[in-house]
């Protein structure tokens, strides 16, 4: 078997050198796709200078016997290479959404040792050599044969560059671990972006109050705070925060409680808390001051909630009658049906709250 590819690494100063002998051919014969915005290029720029890796690249390389000239054509990566190469024209500023350090600079004003770090930066390039067209789309159709659907937070995620997803995943980095730890959700569903999606709705609380679990309701946020979101980084604090005194109420142990640390629960979780501790948007419901020395009340509290699912739904189980308070009773119904409306999670939200209130006075 003869393997028909090379995975090297090139530095973008190769690229920027073949570009100015005319050796590097950009056009996109192959894939074609509407050229990246600003935001976008400002986003892989800061990738760069995070040294963090980006997808790799194909390309083709020709060599003219007769000419010894040898022609590289990018069949995927363009967008990259080409934003890139404008980049080392000064052709755009990088994003304040995406660097306090580089923020609003062009290639000619960073520093010298972060226009190393650029030039200095390895493509991984899978060198696909002398092959021809029929066999290069072969080699396409192959490897889009594994890929999965997108979920719609991966879709955001491709989709937009701005000061919201910026947010979201500078939070998310800090908050995964424990998310993962408490298995709020799994390794998988991590991989494919949930605790991302979670940490991009606490935050539209943050701003807006409670709103409706769902995709269009989510995709209008990233749109609409695409330039900016107010109180970006008060928010971030708060949010982190927030997390802290969850962790600090558990002790670490918030895995235990199997119903509170789900999804449909850690978000009212997230809403109560943040709302005692600074309020949150449009929540009627009365505020208290949250101090260390109040943590066992509240997780006594909490590991009543988790005691009373865990009861209601073995009685549920075993089709057994059981006498519930009307308040408890609307908080059921609540978590079990349509969790993600925004009624329901007001209602979850607002039972915390009383509760946490009953429990600190």
């Known amino acids: 078997m003869q393997q028909l590819f090379n995975t090297r690494n090139y530095s973008i100063r190769d690229f920027e050198e073949w570009h100015d002998r005319s050796e590097l051919v950009l056009a996109p014969k192959f894939q074609r796709r509407a050229v990246w915005n600003p935001k976008a290029q ?3 720029i800061d990738t760069i200078l995070r040294g963090k890796p980006i997808p790799k690249l194909y390309m083709r390389q020709d060599v003219d016997p007769s000419t010894r000239k040898t022609t590289r054509e990018i069949v995927d990566g363009q967008q990259r290479l080409h934003s890139v190469l404008t980049f080392l024209k000064d052709g755009f500023r990088i994003s304040k959404a995406h660097s306090e350090d580089y923020g609003g600079s062009l290639f000619s004003e960073l520093d010298p040792t972060a226009q190393g770090d650029i030039l ?3 493509f991984v390039v899978d060198l696909l ?3 021809p067209d029929p066999e290069v789309h072969d080699v396409f159709a192959r490897i889009n044969t594994y890929s999965e659907r997108l979920k719609p937070q991966e879709l955001r995620n491709a989709k937009f560059f701005g000061d919201f997803k ?7 980095t800090q908050c995964v671990v424990f998310l993962e730890k408490n298995k709020v ?3 998988k569903q ?3 972006m949930a605790e991302a999606e979670l940490i991009s709705e606490l935050l539209l609380a943050m701003q807006e109050g409670i709103r409706e679990g769902n995709k269009a309701v989510i995709d209008t946020a990233y749109k609409k705070y695409d330039d900016r979101l107010p109180n970006r980084r008060g928010h971030e604090k708060n949010l982190l925060d927030v997390f802290d005194v969850i962790g600090n109420i558990f002790n670490g142990d918030l895995v235990k409680l199997k119903k ?3 999804a449909r629960l850690f978000y009212p979780l997230f809403c109560a808390v943040h709302h005692l501790k600074s309020g949150l948007p449009r929540l009627n419901v009365p505020r208290a001051s949250l101090k260390a020395k109040d943590y066992p009340k509240i997780k006594s509290v909490l590991t009543g909630v988790d005691a009373l699912v865990t009861q209601i739904q073995v009685a549920e189980k075993a089709q057994e009658e059981i006498t519930l308070a009307a308040a408890d009773r609307r908080f059921y119904e609540a978590y079990d049906e349509h969790w993600v409306h925004a009624t329901n999670r007001t209602t979850l939200t607002q039972y915390f709250c009383r509760n946490f209130l009953k429990a600190l006075n």
């Open 166 to 172: 910026s947010s979201v995943y500078s939070l998310n």
């Open 42 to 44: 400002s986003y892989l």
């Open 190 to 192: 991590i991989l494919r």
């Open 185 to 187: 959700f799994t390794p």
């Open 120 to 122: 200095k930066y390895e």
């Open 129 to 131: 050599q002398d092959m």
């Open 260 to 262: 509170v640390r789900s």
